[in-house]
């Protein structure tokens, strides 16, 4: 078992930048693939990045490609979303998650936060 707990969301005006931080509990960090999702109202949790175990491989939805960034410090069992030109259609909750059942893409992880909130004004 893993616990993930998100933080570092807020309101950020259209342009700005934010990081988001997972810190991890429980078994070894390392052992987790990780992913990033979001779910804005009324919308499906969509897929936004994807790092491995190590760090050396990641993935990114084409809509946020070019202004996001996924690291990992598996020394302190944190994985991060740095954001930046952020824009109104960013506005949705965050969710850390590990452990993918099948493609990293996919909603189908293990283990969950509890996700953060990000709102992007105009």
């Known amino acids: 078992q893993v616990q993930l707990v998100e933080s570092g969301g807020g309101l950020v005006q259209a342009g700005g930048s934010l990081t988001l931080s997972c810190v991890a509990s429980?078994?070894?960090?390392?052992?987790?693939?990780m992913g990033w999702f979001r779910q804005a109202p009324g919308k499906e949790r969509e897929f936004v990045a994807f790092?491995?175990?190590?760090?050396?491989?990641?993935d990114y939805a084409d809509s946020v490609k070019d202004r996001i960034t996924i690291s990992r410090d598996n020394a302190k069992n944190t994985v991060y979303l740095q954001m930046s030109s952020l824009k109104p259609e960013d506005t949705a909750v965050y969710y850390c998650?590990?452990?993918?059942?099948?493609?990293?893409?996919?909603?189908?992880?293990?283990?969950w936060g509890q996700g953060t909130q990000v709102t992007v004004s105009s």
């Open positions: 998650a590990a452990d993918p059942r099948t493609s990293y893409k996919y909603a189908a992880y293990n283990y």
């Open positions: 790092i491995s175990r190590s760090g050396g491989s990641t």
């Open positions: 429980g078994r070894t960090f390392t052992s987790y693939r």
